[in-house]
């Protein structure tokens, strides 16, 4: 499943991630590697960006760079 | 001086939102200076950092950054500093690494980069509070001992473990500690060697070995935009080495990330003791299922927007009026010293006090507008804001991070503008920049605050005054939209959209002590840039509204006067006002700026403008502020008054075309005023503006920028005026 449909409730691990993707890239040298666990904590008004956690970190991505990563539910 | 060639030389470096501003603070004290890093414009904060009574070193507080993967200036300029690039600058003698306990694998991150470029190195644990009540435990002996430098727990923001942090910089200093470096695999090594024959054996470039692994690991680094081989071979060299290290089973995208992790979780097993009643959400999570709240979240948006704006109208009254009537003290005590030297009287008092005046009595508005800004930006609402609103930027290329340049530029485009320099993207950036002037500056205030309380305070009474002024500050941004559209339509055709990420850090409640530090910053920052600026307008202006005063004008006045009243010459006091105040008039239609006022009016003729609101535009291209003591002049009360003045309301008033098809009607109405204030909302009447974007982009920009502005202005205000004549 891409991190960019995931639901508010759920905990999640990410499988995959494309690293030709700069913000993607960005995010894994925050930490955000196949493994990591990741929730969605909020959406913004207008549906995009959206906000994840991950390793007590708070995110904003948008939803066309968070479809680059892959997760699955835990 | 040899003493300070002597000096010590540390670096303060952390990633953002960790601390690291606070602890630059604590450390240095008031005892620090700002400047720009030579050719770029990047802010450079540089402080003195007592260690002990003997040794005081040169701090530099370093751009927060998450990496050292030279994508913005932010980072290049890190990384080149760290590496002794830097125009004139050695490498750093020590590298502070500012350090959240909280998030202590991803700043390990940066520490880990830092570490490979070969710098001696102490860690602050910061936050360390914070920690404690959340029940982390962090075994600090431990992670000195594998880390192999010094690692010193610190609560920045109340100035804890500062001692501490300079004991163990001062001994660090002596015995340079060297964090542990990865040992990369055979596939890195390899790819690193050729990159340092290719680089630094054959074509001499100087480069460390953290900066040939920027050069392999971060796709197009800017580090390659400084050495002196040709880039298109830069280029073929690096593509070969990430090529080769694909070729070796590493993504090299992806490598660094992966590597630098495997590395440091085995540092960090056993340090972090996480308690059992750790809670699952933070209270900063609890707050954002509100501030971040589809509804919710923008209403309170929107009110606290309000909010801000409504208290720069109402609170800074009382202090305005206390300068107000302190210049009015000074300038009649001036008078009355000088009365033997009319010209010297005039200067003094209309130009020099006058124009000290006009940019003092911006203080109390510029500081509450700042103080609400720094609240807004050191609680952490600052990025909740941006991420609320990023969406509504993606549509013109712009990202949610261009919301606090832009709204910092509602209190200065100057600062606003230099805040752009967080945003990654050279393009948006370059948007941003571009259209930041259009947002309406705290400079435009009084010219507002000055035409609502005359026309539209009292016929609509003040809530219609407040929302008037509201509006107004919306009126850029109507233009600001599709021009940045435009913009990113043309300079960005072609390129995909500019990647966005941004942390929502943990709120903080601010500390008074840095909200102190911040708006003392910005005031000196107003009165030391702008302060100057506008004082020398005030001065010139006044020159060219007093001078050439040719002679015989007074006596032709006076035989004018004459004439009309048959002879007599009134000695009642109100006609020799009169009679002065009509002098006063004639010199100023012969003044050099009456006489260009008068020659451009036509221009601005359809815009409502008499040849008194032309010179008042004209003169206030330099500086917009100086309109108000402009029309104190014009109007023959001197140049002190302010946007408060009830004189110049009733100038205006009385204010009457003098020829043409109107002779004879009042110059201001509601139309003439709304007319006037969108011109000052929309055109770029700041030579300092102009300058700073010369600075940050180039001349053409800056001048393309303001000619466009001014010729956007000009169309809006004629379009406003007739329109609003029309209706009223």
């Not at chain 2, 800074?316 to 010297?344: D, H, K, R, V, Y």
């Not at chain 2, 309109?627 to 110049?648: F, M, P």
Request: aromatic letters at 8%.
């Amino acid at each position: 499943m891409q991190l960019s449909k995931i639901k508010k409730d759920g905990k999640f691990r990410v499988t995959q991630v494309n690293p030709a993707n700069e913000c993607v890239c960005r995010l894994m040298s925050l930490g955000l590697l196949p493994g990591q666990e990741i929730r969605l904590t909020h959406e913004a008004p207008l549906r995009d960006p959206i906000a994840v956690c991950f390793e007590g970190c708070h995110m904003s991505v948008r939803r066309c760079d968070a479809a680059e990563v892959e997760v699955e539910a835990i | 001086m040899p003493e300070s060639k002597m000096r010590y030389r540390v670096a303060l470096i952390g990633n953002p939102n960790t601390g690291k501003t606070s602890l630059f603070n604590a450390l240095t004290g008031l005892k620090q200076r700002v400047g720009n890093y030579s050719g770029v414009t990047v802010e450079k904060k540089v402080g003195e950092w007592v260690l002990d009574e003997k040794q005081t070193v040169e701090l530099i507080d370093l751009p927060g950054t998450y990496s050292l993967s030279a994508k913005s200036i932010d980072e290049r300029i890190t990384v080149d500093i760290l590496g002794g690039h830097a125009a004139g600058q050695a490498v750093p003698d020590l590298v502070v690494v500012v350090v959240d306990v909280e998030n202590l694998q991803r700043n390990l991150y940066l520490a880990s980069q830092v570490a490979d470029l070969d710098v001696p190195m102490v860690i602050a644990l910061n936050c360390w509070d914070v920690a404690e009540r959340k029940g982390l435990k962090i075994d600090c002996a431990l992670l000195q001992q594998r880390l192999g430098v010094p690692v010193v727990p610190t609560v920045a923001n109340r100035r804890r473990g500062t001692s501490e942090l300079s004991a163990a910089a001062l001994s660090a200093l002596e015995a340079r500690p060297k964090m542990v470096r990865p040992s990369w695999p055979e596939p890195v090594k390899k790819c690193l060697e050729q990159l340092r024959i290719n680089l630094v054996e054959q074509n001499g470039e100087k480069l460390k070995e953290g900066e040939l692994m920027r050069l392999l690991f971060d796709h197009q680094s800017a580090v390659a935009e400084r050495l002196h081989t040709p880039s298109h071979e830069t280029e073929s060299i690096i593509k070969t080495a990430r090529e080769q290290l694909r070729f070796g089973g590493f993504n090299p995208d992806a490598a660094e990330s992966l590597l630098r992790y495997r590395f440091l979780n085995p540092l960090l097993m056993d340090i972090i003791e996480r308690q059992a009643h750790l809670k699952k959400r933070s209270r900063s999570e609890g707050i954002d299922q509100i501030l971040l709240h589809r509804f919710w979240g923008l209403s309170v948006f929107v009110g606290m927007m309000y909010v801000v704006f409504q208290a720069v109208y109402s609170w800074a009254g009382p202090f305005m009026a206390l300068i107000e009537g302190a210049t009015e003290w000074l300038q009649n005590f001036a008078a009355g010293l000088l009365t033997s030297t009319p010209t010297l009287q005039s200067l003094v008092v209309d130009g020099i006090i006058g124009g000290v005046g006009a940019f003092v009595i911006f203080l109390p508005q510029i500081l509450i507008l700042f103080l609400f800004i720094a609240l807004l930006e050191e609680s952490g609402y600052m990025s909740r804001a941006a991420f609320l609103m990023d969406k509504l930027f993606q549509w013109c290329g712009l990202n949610g991070k261009s919301f606090v340049p832009l709204l910092s530029s509602y209190a200065c485009a100057i600062p606003g503008i230099m805040a752009t320099r967080t945003i990654g993207d050279p393009k948006t950036r370059m948007i941003t920049i571009l259209i930041a002037p259009l947002m309406s500056c705290s400079a435009r205030l009084p010219v507002y605050l000055l035409l609502i309380g005359a026309f539209v305070e009292p016929v609509y009474g003040p809530s219609v005054a407040g929302a008037t002024l509201f509006a107004m500050h919306f009126v850029g941004v109507l233009v600001a939209a599709p021009l940045a559209w435009a913009l990113n339509k043309t300079l960005n055709r072609g390129r995909p959209p500019h990647p966005f990420i941004m942390e929502l850090p943990p709120y903080r409640v601010p500390r008074f002590r840095s909200l102190l530090l911040r708006i003392h910053e910005s005031g000196k920052d107003f009165v030391v840039r702008a302060g100057t600026v506008i004082f020398a307008m005030t001065v010139v202006i006044w020159a060219l509204l007093y001078f050439p005063r040719p002679a015989g004008i007074e006596q032709e006045v006076i035989a004018n006067y004459q004439a009309e009243r048959a002879g007599i010459l009134d000695s009642k006091p109100e006609a020799v006002e009169e009679l002065s105040r009509r002098v006063d008039a004639a010199y100023l239609e012969q003044s050099y700026m009456g006489r260009f006022g008068k020659l451009v009016q036509p221009v601005f003729a359809p815009a409502g403008y008499d040849w008194k609101i032309t010179v008042g535009v004209i003169a206030s291209f330099p500086a917009r502020e100086v309109i108000i003591s402009t029309l104190g002049i014009i109007y023959a009360l001197g140049g002190e008054v302010d946007e408060e003045s009830k004189d110049l309301r009733q100038a205006f008033a009385n204010a009457r075309w003098e020829s043409g098809p109107r002779r004879g009607e009042p110059v201001f109405n509601l139309a003439v005023a709304l007319s006037l204030m969108v011109f000052f909302a929309l055109c770029m009447q700041c030579g300092a503006t102009v300058a700073i974007i010369a600075k940050e982009l180039n001349w053409t920009w800056a001048l393309s920028s303001f000619f466009g502005l001014t010729a956007i202005a000009w169309a809006a205000a004629v379009a406003v005026y007739q329109i609003t004549f029309q209706l009223i």
